[in-house]
């Protein structure tokens, strides 16, 4: 019998202040992918994690190949790409079925028509789309948190369905960048999404838990209850509005302060040096330690006690047990663990990847956790087609994508002719994407 070569997984964290490249190997006796090698870059042309300098953003993309390829000794083509906007949102719906008269088993079919019923609330202007479909939970005759019903038995199926909205622009975008460096693009994923993959425990999840990466320009939440993702969102700030807030108050090159912000510790109330002395273009400053801290502090209220806390509105506090988990670059700024809890009353830790041991040194803590997580996600995908249901990347080369709105809407509602698409045709897509994964 003749072995096959491995299968390789390719991940991509396209991110604001790094791009990231994790790549996997799978034979055919490993269910779970082994990660080989890690490659990384400074990223340039890419602000609030959206993509303002195509040309900048290629050679970025270019770069962590590179160093990825000369970790692992081949050439990288296509990647599974994990990227952020401040306007990817979603929406939560619902749609009811009736499987008869009397009881029987929920079919295929069945599923692709409670998944009809539940998108049939969403209007459709031209701008955006519907990138991930998630069903959050199935119920059938009133009974629910059912993962998966297909073969169960009853009159009725439910469903609460989970829509991550995006700008169409943004996704063509990041397709254009991927292939102008050349790498296809296997699969697209909003990296709310994939740093909980990356970050969280099945436990964390099935208990319930807010996953929270704090990058360079954004801050991506993932909120779960029993296991499953009930929200996704993104807040517009980062560790580079700390940076330019201390480079303001200080008086420094952003570099500097930059440099600072990742000396300072948030419990800094009484340091043991209360100036300290830098060099700014040839000549010694003393920078105030107290004030650089209370800059800091003050930033990390605002993002943790406003944008976060409003981003829970809609939930319960006890839906969380697990509490906070953290990561991304910010993730690693001293005492933030405790800083954070106090303020949300919630119990915090800091994540490094669930898969940090098979990665490289330097390269395995919480700001590598949206990159591995590509890789789990993929997995997951595989064992679970129903989890999460994609629009398929062709689409966004073809421009045929099916828009979505951010607002929910009656069916009557949505634009026909040349002002819009009709849902029918992303149904068309969901149903197709669901007897391929079959």
């Known amino acids: 019998m003749v072995s096959r070569e491995p299968e390789i997984i390719v991940g991509l964290d396209l991110g604001t202040t790094k791009t990231a490249v994790v790549v996997a190997e799978r034979d055919e006796n490993l269910r779970d992918p082994q990660i080989i090698g890690i490659g990384q870059s400074k990223s340039l042309g890419i602000r609030k994690g959206m993509i303002i300098n195509l040309e900048q953003a290629v050679e970025s993309v270019k770069a962590a190949l590179h160093d990825a390829e ?10 599974t790409v994990a990227f952020s906007g401040v306007d990817s949102n979603s929406i939560i719906s619902r749609g009811m079925v009736s499987l008869g008269r009397t009881p029987r ?20 202007p031209p701008n955006r789309c519907n990138l991930h479909t998630i069903p959050v939970k199935y119920s059938i005759d009133g009974n629910s948190g059912i993962d998966d019903p297909l073969g169960m038995t009853g009159i009725r199926l439910e469903i609460e369905l989970q829509s991550v909205i995006v700008p169409t622009s943004v996704l063509q975008n990041v397709v254009n960048c991927m292939e102008r460096a050349g790498v296809s693009v296997k699969g697209l994923v909003v990296k709310s999404l994939s740093t909980s993959m990356g970050a969280l425990t099945n436990e964390e999840k099935q208990a319930g838990v807010i996953s929270l990466s704090v990058g360079g320009g954004i801050t991506t939440i993932a909120l779960f209850t029993d296991g499953r993702p009930v929200k996704l969102a993104v807040i517009p700030i980062g560790g580079d509005h700390i940076t330019n807030d201390l480079a303001y108050v200080l008086k420094v090159p952003i570099s500097k302060a930059e440099e600072f912000k990742k000396e300072l510790s948030l419990d800094d109330s009484d340091p043991e040096e209360k100036y300290i002395e830098v060099d700014i273009r040839g000549k010694s400053r003393k920078i105030d330690v107290l004030e650089a801290v209370e800059v800091m502090r003050y930033r990390m209220e605002e993002l943790f006690s406003e944008y976060v806390s409003q981003q829970l509105n809609d ?4 839906m969380f047990p697990a509490g906070l988990v953290l990561s991304g ?24 990847p669930l898969d940090s041991f098979q990665m490289p040194p330097g390269r395995n803590d919480c700001q590598y956790t949206s990159a591995a997580g590509i890789i789990r996600y993929i997995t997951d ?3 679970n087609p129903y989890h999460f249901i994609e629009i398929p990347v062709h689409k966004l080369r073809t421009g045929s994508l099916n828009p979505i709105s951010s607002g929910r809407k009656p069916k009557r509602e949505i634009p026909s002719g040349d002002g819009g698409v009709k849902v029918k045709n992303l149904i068309g897509v969901i149903r197709k994407s669901i007897k391929e994964l079959f």
Request: no cysteine; charged share 30%.
């Open 70 to 79: 000369s970790m692992v000794g081949f050439e990288i083509d296509e990647a």
């Open 105 to 124: 088993q929920v079919t295929i079919q069945d599923v692709e028509r409670v998944i009809e019923a539940a998108q049939s609330e969403l209007a459709v």
């Open 315 to 318: 939930f319960s506090v006890h």
């Open 329 to 352: 670059g910010v993730a690693k700024t001293r005492e933030l663990e405790p800083f954070v809890s106090d303020l949300l009353g919630f119990p915090v830790r800091i994540a490094d």
């Open 381 to 383: 995908k595989e064992r």
